[in-house]
């Protein structure tokens, strides 16, 4: 499976000039994309799944691309199996309680709350999935790959127009996975820590 990856190296020699430029203005490697960007890689009755690794100054080193066949897998509330990677989503940990306020007016065990509302948009909804990770060593088949991941959704036959969907940002605004902590104490995700209190004072988190 990983020998399909095709490797678009013409178009990682024109992202990088404009990459490098973002980053010189502050633009992280993790920032979410516009949707504009998300639909370069959509094909016409298919799903597509892009992941982008970045060095340590935040420059785009390597881009592998994948037509995904069949469904990706939710594995847990931050685990994702998608065209044979396994990903988990950066800096979270999954399902902090038994149960969540889904929906807003049910109580469902979270782990449930996490497949309906992931697998929806995955499986039913998505046509581009990126995920963006650092370059720490060569990706290898049943590695584990730390990454923030977002999808491209809406469009032509949907009634709504094209959107991102930020993957890390839901899970914790509905209080399906909580922010981790580093041994000293500090937050892994301090960008989603004002998400995460939002999405406790909307009531979604500690249905217990």
């Known amino acids: 499976m990983f020998g399909q990856?095709?490797?678009?190296?013409?178009?990682?020699?024109?992202?990088?000039?404009?990459?490098?430029?973002?980053?010189?203005?502050?633009?992280h490697s993790y920032a979410e994309p516009a949707p504009s960007y998300l639909r370069q890689f959509a094909e016409e009755g298919g799903k597509?799944?892009?992941?982008?690794?970045?060095?340590?100054?935040?420059?785009?080193?390597?881009?592998?691309?994948?037509?995904?066949g069949g469904e990706i897998t939710i594995t847990g509330a931050v685990?994702?199996?998608?065209?044979?990677?396994?990903?988990?989503?950066?800096?979270l940990k999954g399902c902090p309680v038994e149960t969540v306020t889904y929906?807003?007016?049910?109580?469902?065990?979270?782990?449930n709350a996490v497949r309906d509302y992931v697998g929806g948009i995955y499986n039913k909804r998505a046509r581009v999935i990126l995920c963006k990770t650092l370059v720490l060593s060569t990706?290898?088949?049943?590695q584990v790959i730390p990454a923030s991941c977002f999808l491209l959704v809406g469009g032509e036959g949907e009634g709504e127009p094209y959107r991102t969907v930020n993957d890390d940002?839901?899970?914790?605004?509905?209080?399906?996975?909580?922010?981790g902590?580093?041994?000293?104490?500090?937050?892994?995700?301090?960008?989603?820590?004002?998400?995460?209190?939002?999405?406790?004072?909307?009531?979604?988190?500690n249905a217990d």
């Open 169 to 179: 940002d839901s899970m914790v605004f509905l209080g399906l996975a909580e922010i």
């Open 103 to 111: 929906n807003r007016v049910q109580t469902w065990p979270c782990i």
């Open 5 to 27: 990856l095709r490797v678009c190296g013409v178009a990682i020699s024109l992202m990088l000039t404009s990459t490098a430029l973002a980053n010189e203005f502050g633009e």
């Open 79 to 91: 685990e994702r199996r998608i065209a044979g990677y396994d990903v988990q989503l950066r800096g």
């Open 48 to 68: 597509v799944f892009v992941l982008e690794r970045f060095d340590a100054k935040g420059i785009l080193v390597d881009r592998a691309i994948e037509r995904v």
């Open 139 to 142: 990706v290898q088949q049943g």
């Open 181 to 205: 902590k580093t041994p000293d104490g500090r937050s892994r995700r301090p960008d989603l820590e004002h998400t995460q209190s939002l999405g406790k004072t909307m009531g979604f988190q």
